[in-house]
T-cell receptor, first 116, second 111 residues
Framework: GAVVSQHPSRVICKSGTSVKIECRSL??????MFWYRQFPKQSLMLMAT?????????EQGVEKDKFLINHASLTLSTLTVTSAHPEDSSFYIC????????????FGPGTRLTVT | GQQLNQSPQSMFIQEGEDVSMNCTSS?????WLWYKQDPGEGPVLLIA?????ELTSNGRLTAQFGITRKDSFLNISASIPSDVGIYFC???????????FGKGTRLSVIA
């Protein structure tokens, strides 16, 4: 149980284009999903908290117009990196929390984004 | 944002040895969780602790929720090569607030 998928696992895009990353909870409903960014050999950096049916809450320093988050259903959240630049290249990981209020967050396998 | 103090940052051990790592915080948490991350993958939940003083095992892993609610440790007994990875502690408070993560302990096991 508690499986979270992410798609795509790897993506290479050209500078100036937009990329959408999907995060799905496969066997549970997630009222809250989280998006993280991770640089090499560093910890997880929370970008935003996404609640189903409402606007995402972004962490300080994260541009909400650049990193668009949509949590349209209890099993799907998407992160769109708009007008991507090489500095946006990173490992993006989502996590989901069960709607029943557990503190436990289950992570997806991550998406490696490379912007050329 | 706030991060937990996790130590050690990295460790190199011989296969078969026991490992111990810990996390401390200046504020209390209602839950402590331990995750393991393999290269190029997302973190995987190992153990979740919900009560102060709680001691929980998962195979060769044992974790404890500190009595003050400000710390937790993770022990790995009889390490094996597949234990290699980065271990993260995480503290949780209430409601929909996100977990607070430590900076990770990078474990290397020498066969």
């Amino acid at each position: 149980g508690a499986v979270v998928s992410q798609h795509p696992s790897r993506v290479i895009c050209k500078s100036g284009t937009s990329v959408k990353i999907e995060c799905r909870s496969l066997d549970f409903q997630a009222t809250t999903m989280f998006w993280y960014r991770q640089f090499p050999k560093q910890s997880l950096m929370l970008m935003a908290t996404s609640n189903e049916g409402s606007k995402a809450t972004y962490e300080q320093g994260v541009e909400k117009d650049k990193f668009l988050i949509n949590h349209a259903s209890l099993t799907l959240s998407t992160l769109t990196v708009t007008s991507a630049h090489p500095e946006d290249s990173s490992f993006y990981i989502c996590s989901a929390r069960d709607w029943r209020g557990s503190y436990e967050q289950y992570f997806g396998p991550g998406t490696r984004l490379t912007v050329t | 944002g706030q991060q937990l103090n996790q130590s050690p940052q990295s460790m190199f051990i011989q296969e078969g040895e026991d490992v111990s790592m810990n996390c401390t915080s200046s504020s209390i948490f209602n839950t402590w969780l331990w995750y393991k991350q393999d290269p190029g993958e997302g973190p995987v939940l190992l153990i979740a602790l919900y009560k102060a003083g709680e001691l929980t095992s998962n195979g060769r892993l044992t974790a404890q929720f500190g009595i003050t609610r400000k710390d937790s440790f993770l022990n790995i007994s009889a390490s094996i090569p597949s234990d290699v990875g980065i271990y993260f502690c995480a503290g949780g408070r209430t409601g929909n607030t996100p977990l607070v993560f430590g900076k990770g302990t990078r474990l290397s096991v020498i066969a």
